[in-house]
């Protein structure tokens, strides 16, 4: 009976334990939640969320300091928008091609080439985008400084590349065979079928990619930081922008007082951000699964 | 007048032999029907009536098949036209994930109809020709994929018919449904005689000698007796039939 | 049978998706040919034996990226330490004892919350919680344990998946003996998510090995030699961190193509050993 009652404890214990382990991640979504809320607050009611959201001048180190993140919003704003309509029909092709059309050997070899993509780190991606785009901007646009919103559009293009790829390819594998034959059965080509009945059948999966997209761009620092020029300029084509991601963490290193505590509160508005593409996910996500 | 013909048909998946030597003669408005056991090859042979089989790879292909007189293997030939007159209904009910309306436009849409009265005017008849306008008018913009099973397999028909086939290809089209549904597709099936020919394959072989005028029975990829229904099944030629319709093996 | 082509329209429709297919699948493929290409060929020339054993030096002027390439390897170590156990321990709760769907849905969204978050956040987090509030300092410990949170959620879903495929019947035929449940854990579902684990660990050394933004506050960017332990409690560069400076800050381009091209090959070999155990477990649980 001892024994019996020794073993039940020890078992509970483990439960516990294991409990305690599952718990960990619920703990930490909580920590930086909190963490940001707390620390992102004090700077917005200092300076106020109308001025702090809307103002449109940063100057965070000036005599007089101004706490205006509209540039910041924006330029994210832009620069997300911009990499998704190059990234997106490009990934979206090719998803296409390869999930549908592409020899065995060839979609392998893809495969792999794109799973590398999505390995390379960030910096790598700054660091060449810094050496080949930044002067080639600067020659084939004729402009003073390649360090520019469009650089960081075309490299957080590749960048979310691979994911588009990967979501949508398998998105358009999950499409029931027997409806691509009904299509064909009717007359339709192959390419016909592929877009007009696969591609639709997978719209919510493509949906997906695309708001992953958002969410890998929206979220990049250190590659946008190296070839986006840093400067709080109101987001242009061809001038130097400072995205939310890299205004945290271009002055995060010598900041204090006010000023860092502003940086906490970019910092939460990005978290938001975040959130609400989480949410649109969630949405897209429970729409695949009951099925379109 | 036959529009279907089959000479000296022989099918191989990569080096295994699915149909060996087929000759059939198909005469128009009529119902075929393909019986045998599983794996005899009457689904292929369906399938090389339209070129379905031309997706599979590994597929090869020798003999010949004329649709109304003309080689449908012979190089040049349009396959989606081929496919838009001989059209097929699959096994599993298989609608478009899209409402009702998209489904049966689908074909016409593919084949460059535009015109919005058109296109009313080709869903309507299709439906009601497919005996599923009733059920279905009201609700033409939801999507296909909420209609029972049987409904379903009706709009598939539909949608085969919308684009004005000659011949319809029928992959046991009633396999998947409950009885009552079968027996309205029957119906139907009866009824479409009238304008187009029918070639079903079914495993059902009551529902052979309901709906169909002439009986193919394929045995391990060989046509072992092709005749009139009736007198297939009251007096078979071979004993390899008589066995089947009589339930001795299959 | 009409021998008469498609129509125009129809034609012109194949013809356009077909060469957008074409374009697009070449980009892409152009993409990865150059990055690799480019990469390789600027940075290999500039790997020599004495950058890669040696540590900066001011007065030689010389530098040496020995301090970048162990403070990888220590934070990678720190790291899967301690996100393993917490990981798999997540999984085996969920699928093994969790019978609340409360819960589990909570912890679920937790982790799909957290594969959201970008590296810059985590950083920031990291550095007011672990190097402020646990008053670790700019230090490889605070940079790991930071980590640890962005890749709780990779271990815990593979590790999870995998638990899935071991069959519900292993389980029973152990309870049937009347074995407890922390036995029947220990002996028939932990041997069973080894592939999970594996695949989650490479996983994880994939993103260590290519984060930055999350480490640039936490682990801090010095060059200093350090042993495994001093070095845990010190601040260091990683490569990738490293890449940066060298790059965005100091002007060594020569330097940073060399780092390029050594995170470069890692990454493939890294994509390689994925695939490699992804179809070495494949064929395994097929047998």
Known sequence: MAIKSKKKLVENIIHGVFLVLGLVTVGCVLLITVYLIVSGIPAIREIGLIDFLFGKEWASTAAEPKYGILPFILTSIYGTAGAIVIGVPIGFFTAVYLAKQAPTKFKAVMESAISLLAGIPSVVYGFVGMMVLVPGIR????????????????????????????????????????????????????????????????KSGIATAVVLGVGRAIGEAMAVMMVSGNAANMPSLFQSVRFLTTAVSSEMAYSSGLQQQALFSIALVLFLFIMLINATLNFFLKGQKEGT | MNIITAKDLCLWYDTLQALKNIDVEIPEKTITALIGPSGCGKSTFLKTLNRMNDLIPGVKITGSVCYQGKEIYA??????????????????????????????????????????????????????????????????????????????????????????????????????????????????????????????????????VRISDQTAFFLLGELIEYGNTEQMFSKPKEKRTEGYITGRFG | MQHNPLPARRKAYIGTMRMLMWISVAIAGALVLFLVGYVLVKGIPNITWELLSTKPSYLDGTIGILPNILNTVYIILATLVVVLPLGVGAAIYLTEYAGNQKIVGMIEYAAETLSGIPSIIYGLVGMLFFCQFMNMQTSLLAGSLTLVIMNLPTIMRTTQESLKTVPQSYREGAFGLGAGKWRVIRTVVLPGCVDGIVTGCILAIGRILGESAALLFTAGFAHALNGLFDGLTSAG???????????????????????????????????????????????????
Request: charged share 20%; proline share 5%.
């Open chain 1, 139 to 202: 020659k084939v646009f004729n402009v003073p400084d390649g360090a520019s919103l469009l650089a960081a559009i075309i490299v957080l293009a590749v960048m979310i590349l691979p994911s588009i790829i990967k979501v949508s390819m398998t998105a358009l594998e999950a499409v029931p065979k027997e409806y691509e034959d009904a299509s064909l059965a009717l007359g339709a080509t192959p390419v016909e079928t592929y877009f007009r009945v696969s591609v639709p059948a997978a």
């Open chain 3, 237 to 287: 560069a990683t490569l990738t961190v490293a890449l940066y400076v060298y790059a965005k800050e100091q002007g060594e381009f020569d330097v940073a193509f060399a780092i390029a091209a050594i995170l470069m090959v890692l990454t493939v070999l890294v994509n390689l050993c994925a695939a490699l155990v992804g179809k070495y477990f494949k064929r395994k649980n097929s047998v």
């Open chain 2, 75 to 208: 190089p040049g030939v349009d396959v989606s036209e081929l496919r838009r007159q001989i059209g097929m209904v699959f096994q599993k009910p298989n609608p478009f994930p899209m409402s009702v309306y998209d489904n049966v436009a689908y074909g016409p849409r593919t084949h460059g109809i535009t015109s919005r009265v058109k296109l009313n005017e080709i869903v309507e008849r299709s439906l009601r020709n497919a005996v599923i306008w009733d059920e279905v008018k009201d609700r033409l913009r939801k999507n296909a994929l909420g209609l029972s099973g049987g409904q379903q397999q009706r709009l598939c028909i539909a949608r085969a018919l919308a684009v004005e086939p000659q011949v319809l290809l029928m992959d046991e089209p009633t396999s998947a449904l409950d009885p009552i549904s079968t027996s309205k597709i029957e119906e139907l099936v009866t009824s479409l005689k009238e304008k187009y020919t029918i070639v079903i394959v079914t495993h059902n072989m009551q529902q052979a």
